[in-house]
């Protein structure tokens, strides 16, 4: 950490010590994996006085995406598609195999860093189907909306996506009415960049809670706790903007524009969270001839995860990775067992990598 950066650290470590005095213990709560990872790595809950405990919510795309999913694209993958993903999928498990495992048993998997770039494969191998692993909150679903017009506009037949997108209010309604120890929450930049600021107006307004949209340096996220505690000191609940040099009232509104128009809202699993009302999405109609769910028919049977992973817990912020009796020994970055291992924004890789 550059020296300017680690004395504007040191200015607000003070300045949040001196306004938590003297009041009652304070839960917050951050929704992005960068976040997490960022916490970690920086060790900021050691440099906040006692009464503050900062805990992770379910911020991380690969996390949150249910068991049966990793399942249907390795049934797919196996009538012979081409299946495209990013490459944190690879090693998530399924409740049989990982997508590397299906590879090694001769599933044509192919990491991409776009879904731009499954499209090209798709017109490469027009005479096999390619399937995108279309994961992620709202900062991805934009590009992947971009990915389904141009097949559409291609006229493509062999592209398809099977979507497990994720929108950020339902999901975070859902489990802030469940979890009343949690304060403020910090608020994901990365979504509030592509959706607006005004998008989280609903945690203040309809949850009574602080909340501050915060930026991904180390003294961004301790600015942010510092304006949570002022809330928390003066008794207001109201949505601030740390993060405004990228994140504007409106955000990008034609990439809203353009998720909107390819999806829309729908009931969807949560990995750890359960049937989420309106937290999926799901391609609309008019887009359905690219609906990996439309072409393949595949049967994954029931998922039974295991009994002793606390993934679902930690991701609703009621345990921490230390609880897990998996935590360290059989469930480590090489080997996860849970999804919150797997990824490296997941609470457990952060905790592991760096919290230890």
Known sequence: MPKNDVELVKYLQKAIAEEAKGLPKMVFMEVC?????AIYKNALQQLLPNNIKLISGPGCPVCVTPMNYIDELVAIGKTGAIITTFGDMLRVPGSRISLQQAAAQGVDV???YSPLEALEIAEVYADKAVVFAGIGFETTAPLV????VKAKQKALKNFFVLTAHKTMPSALTTLLRDNKTINGLL?????AVVTGSDYFHFVSKELGLAAVIAGFEAHDIMQSILMLVKQCKAGITKLENQYSRMVTAE???KAMSLMNEVFE????LWRGLGNIKNGSLVIRAKFKAYDAKEKFTVFTGSVQEDENCLCGQILKGLARPADCKLFGDMCTPEHPIGACMVSSEGSCAAHY????
């Open 265 to 268: 809202p729908s009931d969807g």
């Open 187 to 191: 608020c994901p930049g990365h979504v």
């Open 110 to 112: 192919r990491i991409v």
């Open 353 to 356: 990598r760096y919290g230890r």
């Open 145 to 148: 909306a971009v990915a389904i």
């Open 33 to 37: 994996g960068t976040h997490t990872m």
């Open 251 to 253: 955000g990008n509104t």
